[in-house]
């Protein structure tokens, strides 16, 4: 069974960093086998949308054309996690950030959050500004 666990979520101020990690279970991070990590996340009031993908096989990476520059996923292999990220936060980026699991390439997982096969719980991102 796969499972996701979030964990980094935070408050912080305008312009500042956080970093979230996603501790993966239930498979394995590997050369041989295809498996896509995302993150998403989803504000109050509105619908939940991705923000950046990563291939575990190859450390393909996607993002969201919102936070291309400022935010930057990783995988470390050795530890089944994934991070994410985040400089030059802006109070439009608070939401709840939830890590999720596609068995298969990233693809338009960013685009289609229906392609996600399994959702982490979500830690809270607020921005201060």
């Known amino acids: 069974e796969v499972q996701l666990v979030e964990s980094g979520g935070g408050l912080v101020q305008a312009g500042g960093s956080l970093k979230l990690s996603c501790v993966a279970s239930?498979?394995?991070?590997?050369?041989?086998?295809?498996?896509?990590i995302g993150w998403f996340r989803q504000a109050p009031g509105k619908e939940r949308e991705g923000v950046s993908c990563?291939?575990?096989?190859?450390?393909?990476?996607d993002y969201a054309d919102s936070v291309k520059g400022r935010f930057t996923t990783s995988s470390d292999n050795a530890k089944n996690t994934v991070y994410l990220q985040l400089n030059s936060l802006k109070p439009e980026d608070t939401a709840v950030y939830y890590c999720?699991?596609?068995?298969?390439?990233?693809?338009?997982?960013?685009?289609?959050?229906?392609?996600?096969?399994?959702w982490g719980q979500g830690t809270q991102v607020t921005v201060s500004s």
């Open positions: 990563i291939s575990t096989s190859d450390g393909k990476t």
């Open positions: 239930g498979f394995t991070f590997n050369a041989a086998d295809i498996y896509a």
């Open positions: 999720a699991f596609r068995n298969g390439w990233c693809g338009v997982m960013v685009q289609m959050p229906a392609m996600v096969d399994n």
